[in-house]
């Protein structure tokens, strides 16, 4: 389990009803390295910012994790953390690499609260 203070999501199982019983998900899988943690710590800080959105992390090397990792979206990654964003159950977006606290932003007002 990741040592962060988000929603942590376990397995494939965990995954899918996140997804199917919210309307807004962001998932971040990946590790606890130096790509990952200032994208933890910007979901994080967004959590209160938007009650509208359950932010959670999921652990990149565990098997189930290939809900994530083997995902269309995902296809083409090359960097930690991958991050799914999740609308009504479907794909929105997903990215790579390190995010800001911005760029988290834009992307969920772009992508989920339209």
């Known amino acids: 389990m990741l ?3 988000l ?12 997804i199917a019983e919210n309307e807004n998900v962001m ?9 990952c943690v200032p994208v ?6 967004l959590e209160s910012q ?14 189930d994790a290939a809900v994530i990792r083997d995902a269309p979206q995902c296809r083409n990654f090359m960097g930690l ?5 999740y609308k009504n ?3 929105a977006h ?3 690499s390190i995010l800001s606290t911005a760029q988290i932003e834009a992307v969920l007002h772009e992508k989920l609260l339209k």
Not at 7 to 17: G, T
Not at 27 to 35: K, L, Q, V
Not at 50 to 63: G, T, Y
């Open 3 to 5: 040592h962060t203070n």
């Open 7 to 18: 929603k942590h999501v376990l397995s494939a199982a965990d995954h899918q009803k996140l």
């Open 27 to 35: 998932i971040c899988c990946g590790r606890m390295g130096p790509m």
């Open 40 to 45: 933890y710590a910007a979901m994080t800080k």
């Open 50 to 63: 938007f009650p509208q959105v359950v932010f959670a992390d999921m652990e990149f090397d565990i098997p």
């Open 81 to 85: 953390p991958f991050v799914m964003y």
């Open 89 to 91: 159950g479907k794909v």
């Open 94 to 96: 997903a990215s790579s």
